[in-house]
């Protein structure tokens, strides 16, 4: 074997790694903390650079589950999301019961990594959502979608 044909096939599988790499990137991640518990997801739906929502290209999570995290009623519960999150605005939102969107509750755009809220479990587990806006806009599509579900704790 040549020094060329050694330095060809290196340089083969380093392409071949980096573009493996590059298909597993993880989404950033969201966590949840309340009375000392802590739990952390990745994005159900996420849009990497050069993704967007309207192309329907983005990042889609398979048979993934709400994160749940169980929380003594009258706790707060804290949400800290990544820079990036941070720096592309984000909202929290309670989805309603129905599937539609005009009864979610959702928080207003969100410029830091930090929200503390105080759930109120009138009936059962609540649904929480942490939506990543496009460019900041709340009315655009999301492009990244956390969920979890807060379970009260007796």
Known sequence: MTARTRLVGGLSAAVSLVALTGCQQPTPLVSMVSSGSTVHTDATIY?????????????????????????????QVGIDVAKELAESGWVVVLPGDDQDPANDQASGKQDSHYFAFTPQFESGPLKVEVRMLDDGKTNAPTVGNWQFVLVPKT
Do not use: I
Not at 50 to 74: F, M
């Open 47 to 75: 849009c990497f650079e050069g993704q967007s929502a309207q192309q329907q290209n983005c990042r889609t999570a398979e048979d993934t589950a709400p994160t749940v995290l169980e929380v003594k009623p009258g706790q």
